[in-house]
Each structure stands twice: as C-alpha cells, then as structure tokens.
C-alpha cells in the first residue's frame, strides 16, 4: 500500500528564508507524487507534481521539489519566502495504478511566514 | 468556468438528521471523488466514481453514500448523521482515471457541524 508522511505539522520560517516541507512516501510502485497546497477556508490547489522524467520539479509561486528515489522523498523548497506563503501544504501520492486518479494524502503541514 | 462547485457552504445538522451535499463540475471531467478534512488527519477518501454511472468506496465511507447524478454532478448522502461526521467536505474532479497521471481539481468545501 501507498502512504505519505509529512514530518512536522507546524512549521515557521521568517519572510524571506528558505521554506522546507518535508515528505517521505511509501510505494511499492513507481510513485506519482503531488503537492497542493490550501490556503484559508479554501480547497485545495496543485502546486507541482513528478510523474516521470526529471527529478527536480519546478511549481507555481516558485515553488520546486525534488524526487529523490534512494531516499523515498519528495521534500517542497522554495528559496525566499513571502508573506503570502502561509498555508497548509499537503503531499499526496498516487494510490495504485489500477485505482487510476486515487491519491493519498498526507496529513499536512501549515506553514507560517514571521514578518 | 466555474470549476467544481459544492453547496451548501456550511450546514449544522442535529444527531440523525440527513443532508445531501452537492458537488458539479464544469470541466467535462471522467472521475470525481468526495474527501473529508479533519485536523491533523489529513484528507482521506470517502467515494469516488471513476467514470458516469459507477462509484466505488475509498477510505473512509461507512455512513455515506453517493450518487453520480450524470457526468457533471455527484452527491454525498448522509441518511443519519452522527456528531463524527463533523468534518470539512471536499469534492474533487479529474479528466481521467485510466492509470494517468491527472491532476484533480477541488471544490472549495462544506463545513459540517452535526451536533
């Protein structure tokens, strides 16, 4: 079975430092990982996500991940954070192949961005 | 072009009550799937329904059920709600659910409080 874990419920960065969400993934097939991100009393939008090819996955906002397969992670970096960052982030992974489009989620992290 | 949209916004609902949430998408999308939110838990799978006319269960559905009304529209009943279905409602679409690799779109959510 396919799960993901998000380490880290809270994280707070000052505006301007590196953002780093962490997450590790289960899977024993190829994964197809996915980061959304949901800002307040909303629902959820696709930041980036890897299929297949390269590695290093550039988003929106300026937002980028890297599959790393020897470490079975997919951690989100962006390089300077800005006020309008501060959102709960949630990493997913393809459930299984045969399930098509079914996605398991983490349990999320909310960052904060510190004036 | 609306996206997916989901009503009502909000709903309080006394313990053995029924609601029906609603969920359409405008995106001519195969599969759509209903999720809920609770803290620190992330989101998890109730139902989906890869194509028009099926719908299968996903993590979580004791106590709900669903209908693909047609390609565009899919509800979520509640026939008895219990104070542990307070929870944050989300649907979701996806153009395909054929082992691809489609992004899935979120409607902004129903807030459910069943006291």
């Known amino acids: 079975a396919q799960s993901v874990t998000q380490l880290g419920s809270h994280v707070s960065v000052s505006e301007g430092a590196l953002v780093l969400l962490r997450c590790n993934y289960s899977?024993?097939?190829?994964?197809?990982l996915f980061w959304y991100v949901q800002y307040p009393n909303q629902g959820l939008q696709l930041l980036l996500k890897?299929?297949?090819?390269?590695?290093l996955v550039k988003g929106i906002n300026g937002f980028e991940a890297e599959f790393k397969k020897s470490e079975t992670s997919f951690h989100l970096t962006k390089p300077s954070a800005h006020m309008s960052d501060a959102a709960e982030y949630f990493c997913a992974v393809r459930t299984a192949p045969s399930s098509g489009d079914k996605l398991t989620f983490g349990t999320g992290t909310r960052l904060a961005v510190r004036p | 072009n609306a996206g997916v949209t989901q009503t009502p916004k909000f709903q309080v609902l006394k313990t053995g009550q029924s609601m029906t949430l609603q969920c359409a998408q405008d995106?001519?999308?195969?599969?759509m799937y209903w999720y809920r939110q609770d803290p620190g838990m992330g989101l998890r799978l109730i139902y989906y329904s890869a194509s028009e006319g099926t719908t299968d269960k996903g993590e979580v559905p004791n106590g709900y059920n669903v209908s693909r009304l047609n390609k565009r529209e899919f509800s979520l009943r509640l026939e008895s709600a219990a104070p542990s279905q307070t929870s944050v409602y989300f649907c979701?679409?996806?153009?395909?659910?054929?082992?691809?690799?489609?992004?899935?779109?979120f409607g902004p959510g129903t807030r459910l409080l069943v006291l």
């Open positions: 979701a679409s996806s153009l395909t659910s054929g082992g691809t690799q489609e992004t899935q779109y």
């Open positions: 890897y299929t297949t090819g390269a590695t």
């Open positions: 995106m001519n999308h195969n599969s």
């Open positions: 899977s024993s097939v190829p994964p197809y």
